[in-house]
């Protein structure tokens, strides 16, 4: 066949046209992605964990419901920036702060944001040296450990002491700044700790708070949270709470809330503790009785009354 005498500009030319033609993008759907990802099936068993904390699984689903938009974005061939992801969860010991930090870890993961979706967790002691020169190779080694996942700092606070001029966990904190910052798409931190020591933290630092996106308030529990947290304990230990028991436990949650140094779920989880061995103490006694299986397993108001919640006095709740 002759060639053409001309050809007109911007025409495809025969060998083009007898290319295959690539796939166009294909629309589709967040139940898609998510069903791929199953990251809906962590925000799920999130849900069914966690009792309680509704503005806390909110902002987790908001964080997951950009990550799926994005991603449907590339898939169209949008642009879709890596967002800053770096986190500060502020709130009172028991309040599921490293337990969401788990789940986001993974939910990262799956959504492909972060290579691995493990969390390591550490305090101020695994990062700052003790002498000059030991910072940095502490702070990098525990960063070349977390890359690809989650690196949470519980009471972050604790890195920044003016009070110290020969403190070295300023050290740290330029360390971090630099790796949160030019490594976020592999790395996500979470700062931890009591809200009013964080803010003072981050006004002391105003670096740090420039590069956390996302901060999020854990509240403390109410006590009915609390009695519901206390029954799903014991049903994971085979226990459950006898005949007066349950009424007991509530009477002496609404005594330790008002008492210092009350930790939430985790002074849920002493108390339940120390009912056990209480229980234990008395079944050991009945030495000639044949034990049965409600025995073993029941944690009534005698195991609960027996605290010395009970023998303080308690300050009645302001009207």
């Given at each position: ?30 139940n ?39 991603k ?9 920036e ?154 994971r ?19 330790r ?6 930790a ?22 009945e ?33």
């Open positions: 066949m002759p060639s053409p005498l001309y050809s007109i500009p911007g025409a495809p030319t025969a060998e083009a046209a007898a290319a295959p033609v690539a796939d166009a993008p294909v629309a589709r759907t967040v898609e992605v998510l069903a791929e990802s199953q990251a809906g099936l962590v925000m799920d068993e999130l849900d069914a964990a966690l009792v309680g904390l509704a503005p806390v699984k909110t902002r987790v689903r908001e964080i997951a419901a950009l990550l799926v938009i994005d449907l974005r590339v898939n169209l061939g949008l642009r879709a890596t967002p800053s992801l770096h986190m500060s969860f502020t709130g009172n010991p028991g309040t599921g702060k490293t337990t969401v930090a788990l789940r986001m870890a993974e939910i990262l993961h799956r959504l492909g944001y972060v290579r691995k979706g493990h969390l390591v967790a550490v305090t101020r002691d695994d990062l700052v040296g003790q002498y000059i020169g030991h910072t940095a190779p502490k702070t990098r080694e525990v960063l070349k450990k977390a890359m690809g996942g989650v690196l949470f700092i519980d009471e972050a606070y604790y890195l920044f002491r003016p009070e110290n001029e020969r403190d070295y966990g300023q050290e740290a904190i330029e360390i971090l700044l630099q790796v949160m910052e030019n490594q976020r798409d592999d790395l996500v931190v979470i700062l931890a700790g009591y809200k009013d020591r964080m803010e003072t933290f981050f006004q002391s630092n105003p670096g740090m708070r420039s590069r956390v996106a996302h901060h999020v308030d854990f509240p403390d529990y109410p006590a009915d949270d609390l009695l519901l947290i206390a029954e799903r304990m014991l049903e230990q085979d226990y459950h709470f006898g005949a007066g028991g349950r009424e007991a436990f509530r009477e002496y949650l609404a005594r809330i008002q008492q210092p140094q009350f939430n779920a985790r002074s849920v989880r002493n108390a339940l503790d120390r009912a056990r061995l209480r229980q234990a103490r008395r079944l050991f006694e030495r000639d009785r044949e034990l049965s299986r409600d025995d073993l397993t029941t944690i009534d108001a005698r195991d609960i009354r027996a605290s010395r919640v009970f023998q303080s006095p308690t300050t009645p709740p302001a009207a």
